[in-house]
């Protein structure tokens, strides 16, 4: 069974510093792997889906990296600004079955 | 982007009364759906995958007479909490997977908060 974990639980950095968040998986046999936002009180937002096939995706300030061989994959946030506290999932499609991690909170002060 | 919606946003009941949320895939066609709750300051955690047309099939924990799931066609999936008693009070979200292009893609509802007096 995919287990999924997220490092750092918590993070706070100040406005304007590039940070990497971490995740780790056991089973590297997925379909993709997805990162997604969450605010306080609030659903998911897809940030990046990284296919088995792919090593990594860009958006904007964002860039999500994919290593199936470690088990692993990281979210780099660039020039990071207050808007982007919140609560960051990365999460693992197996064959109908999709494992979240516990998340990064994430906190940029201004 | 494919978008997925749920109704009710929020809903209030009683202990004892029945609740159905609503999950919807407003632009594509999705054979399999899932349903996750989370518990204030914790992770996702998947309650069954509903394949449409079949039985959903439950994670190891969740009552399946309790959390009757239905996806009687490709673009709607609902779940009733039956019974429903305070620690059912939950934020419940759906997703909704696109299978086209061979892509997989999860596309998540934004949710309804449960709160069971």
Redesign the interface.
């Known amino acids: 069974k995919q287990e999924v974990t997220q490092i750092p639980a918590a993070l706070s950095v100040p406005e304007g510093e590039n940070l990497v968040l971490n995740c780790s998986f056991t089973d590297s046999a997925i ?2 792997l ?1 990162w ?1 936002r969450q605010d306080p ?4 937002t ?1 940030l990046l ?1 990284i ?1 088995s096939s792919q090593r990594e995706q860009t958006s904007g300030r964002l860039n999500a990296s994919l290593d199936k061989s470690s088990g692993r994959s990281t979210l780099y946030i660039a020039a990071s600004q207050p808007g982007d506290s919140a609560t960051y ?1 990365c ?1 693992l ?1 197996n064959n ?8 990064t909170r994430l906190t940029v002060k201004p | 982007g494919a978008v997925v919606s749920q109704h009710p946003s929020r809903v209030i009941c009683k202990s004892g009364t029945s609740v159905k949320i609503e999950c919807r895939s407003l632009d594509f066609q999705a054979t399999t759906m899932f349903w996750y709750r989370q518990f204030p300051k914790q992770s996702l955690m998947l309650m069954a995958t509903s394949n449409e047309g079949s039985k959903a099939t439950y994670e190891q924990g969740v009552e399946k007479d309790k959390f009757l799931i239905n996806h009687a066609s490709l673009t709607l999936s609902t779940l009733t909490v039956t019974s429903a008693h305070p620690e059912d009070s939950s934020f419940y979200i759906c997703s909704a997977e696109d299978r086209d292009y061979d892509l997989y893609e999860q596309y998540f509802g934004p949710g309804t908060r449960l709160t069971v007096t």
């Open positions: 379909y993709n997805q997604f009180g609030k659903g998911l897809s889906l296919q999932l999460a499609n109908n079955d999709m494992r979240f991690g516990a998340g």
